[in-house]
């Protein structure tokens, strides 16, 4: 089977495309069908996912997706399993390959049984075993593993802050976070990790972190008040810390003059369902600091110093545009 050309973009898509012809199938879901059409209209890139699924619906001759999920005990487990179902088969069919679906299915199910996770505006800290202090942000989904040669934390999707407690094992025990990108080696030290799909970013805050690319072995010390991009190949130089890197650990978002496309899409990923910022409002710049523990709220003081209108489908679906 030929390269896949599909870009990480266009693979998110297909998913909530699928999701979407999953729910639709729900006849006692009342708001899908609105909440649908207001997400198939906001990107180029949703009407060419919904027509890519739509078109493998039609050629399969409709999938054996099952009505009343409501009354089914199992009903999440089973909408999950055909939304799988369709997106394998849409990905198949333009030319992913299985191994490809394979690594998308693995790192969907790892995030899905996670040991510790959190949904969207959702933040949790624990105390780990060694004493290690470590915070879930938003949509965050993470592995611990403590064996007698090392400590590990493996995070397939979110954001994660740490601080490494001094190991009382003899020997002590190297302290890693590991991503499908790469592994961090913590030298003593509190930092942050964010990991999406393509990169993962790396923030030190106090002391030192080691980066170990995956595929290449290039290696990198990130050292206090910087950080860094990476991906499985290469590592970005370092770039100052913003003042504010760990306001997300107090459910505060600090920002100057970020375009307020920018900022729509960071505060999305704390509010289940669907926030976006339409073309004219895009490059309004904005500066302040915003309550993730409450997103209407912040919309609200964005649209207080900023020429714009929020359109809400639903509680949970919102875009904003210029007045």
């Not at 407690?165 to 991503?179: L, M, S, W």
């Not at 290469?234 to 307020?260: D, G, K, M, N």
């Amino acid at each position: 089977m030929s390269s896949p050309t599909i870009d990480p973009q266009q693979r998110h898509a297909l998913s909530q495309a699928s999701e979407w012809y999953v729910r639709l199938q729900d006849k006692y879901d009342l708001t899908a069908k609105a909440e649908w059409q207001f997400w198939h209209d906001a990107s180029p890139t949703h009407s060419w996912a919904w027509s890519q699924v739509s078109r493998i619906c039609e050629q399969m001759g409709q999938l054996p997706v099952h009505a009343g999920f409501h009354a089914l005990n199992q009903s999440q487990d089973l909408k999950d399993r055909t939304r799988r179902q369709l997106l394998k088969m849409t990905l198949l069919t333009l030319g992913v390959g299985f191994a490809g679906w394979q690594g998308v299915r693995s790192q969907t199910g790892q995030a899905l049984v996670a040991e510790y996770r959190t949904s969207a505006g959702q933040l949790s800290r624990f105390t780990l075993d060694d004493g290690s202090q470590l915070v879930l942000n938003t949509d965050s989904a993470v592995d611990v593993d403590f064996d007698a040669q090392r400590r590990l934390v493996t995070l397939y999707r979110g954001e994660i802050s740490i601080r490494t407690a001094k190991d009382e094992a003899i020997p002590a025990r190297p302290f890693y976070v590991k991503t499908s990108d790469g592994s961090l080696r913590a030298l003593g030290t509190y930092f942050q990790v964010r990991h999406t799909e393509g990169y993962t970013q790396l923030s030190v805050l106090e002391h030192a972190v080691e980066i170990v690319t995956q595929k290449t072995g290039m290696q990198a010390i990130v050292e206090a008040g910087q950080q860094r991009r990476f991906d499985a190949k290469t590592i970005s130089v370092a770039e100052e810390l913003p003042l504010a890197a760990a306001s997300w650990e107090q459910a505060l978002l600090s920002v100057s003059h970020w375009p307020l496309s920018q900022l729509i899409d960071e505060l999305s990923r704390y509010q289940s369902g669907y926030l976006s910022c339409a073309a004219d409002a895009a490059n309004l710049r904005v500066s302040g600091t915003f309550p993730l523990d409450n997103i209407p709220h912040a919309i609200t003081l964005i649209a207080r110093v900023l020429p714009i209108k929020v359109r809400y489908v639903s509680r949970y679906w919102a875009r904003v545009s210029l007045r």
